[in-house]
């Protein structure tokens, strides 16, 4: 029963970091996809390659920022996950 929770905790620490990790891309691009509709619909500009530009330039520029600090929580959480399975690897080692 101790496995299944523990499993339960990284699966939902997992969900977070995954989070974490998106949540500046997306957000990013939800906004400036948002930006370049309204002026799309202002202008009546429907030119679907006027979205895509501005969009890869909006990552880029966030992952440049903020890419340190997503591959951090993922070192953190891959280091977390390998430090559990040597645990639970010595745990059923020393009970058979």
């Known amino acids: 029963m101790e496995d299944i929770s523990a499993l339960l905790a990284l699966a939902d620490k997992m969900l ?4 974490l990790v998106a ?5 990013a ?5 948002l ?3 309204i002026i799309q619909a202002a ?3 429907n030119e679907q390659t006027l979205t895509f530009v501005p969009k890869l330039a909006v990552i880029a520029l966030v992952l440049v920022l903020f ?5 951090t929580l993922i070192a953190d959480f891959t280091q977390e996950i390998f430090t559990q ?4 690897g010595q745990a059923e080692q020393v009970a058979p």
């Open 16 to 19: 977070w970091v995954a989070a």
């Open 29 to 33: 691009a939800l906004a400036i996809g």
């Open 67 to 71: 890419g340190s600090s997503m591959m």
């Open 85 to 88: 399975i040597a645990t639970v």
């Open 35 to 37: 930006v370049v509709g």
């Open 23 to 27: 949540a500046p891309v997306l957000l």
């Open 43 to 45: 202008t009546s500009v």
